[in-house]
């Protein structure tokens, strides 16, 4: 079984950045891909970045050029650095792992963008 939390949002001016954390306990042993998505009241949650296994990655287009996604295996973390920040990106952010076809969430974390 997997635990995730996520740590690192808040409140932030446009133009900066934000690293959001993701801790995973438990075994990465038959998770392929950790994600982060992200919410805002009313809409559905939108994927934003995905991290193989293996180190391949993906971005939203939304967010590319803006946003890394990357892991410390040693540390089971998955990190999701965010630069350039726009008020639209403001939402909960969610750390995603599905293991053996079972989907777990994190709590989310809040990302607000405002001046």
């Known amino acids: 079984q997997v635990h995730v939390v996520e740590s690192g949002g808040g409140l932030v001016q446009p133009g900066g950045s934000l690293r959001l954390s993701c801790a995973v306990s438990?075994?990465?042993?038959?998770?392929?891909?950790m994600d982060w998505y992200r919410q805002t009241p009313g809409k559905e949650r939108e994927l934003v970045a995905t991290?193989?296994?293996?180190?391949?990655?993906n971005v939203a287009d939304s967010v590319q050029g803006r946003f890394t996604i990357s892991r410390d295996n040693a540390e089971n973390t998955v990190y999701l650095q965010m630069n350039n920040l726009k008020p639209e990106d403001t939402a909960v952010y969610y750390c995603?792992?599905?293991?053996?076809?079972?989907?777990?969430w994190g709590q989310g974390t809040q990302v607000t963008v405002s001046s």
């Open positions: 991290i193989t296994s293996g180190g391949n990655t």
């Open positions: 438990g075994s990465f042993f038959g998770i392929n891909a």
């Open positions: 995603h792992a599905k293991q053996w076809g079972i989907d777990y």
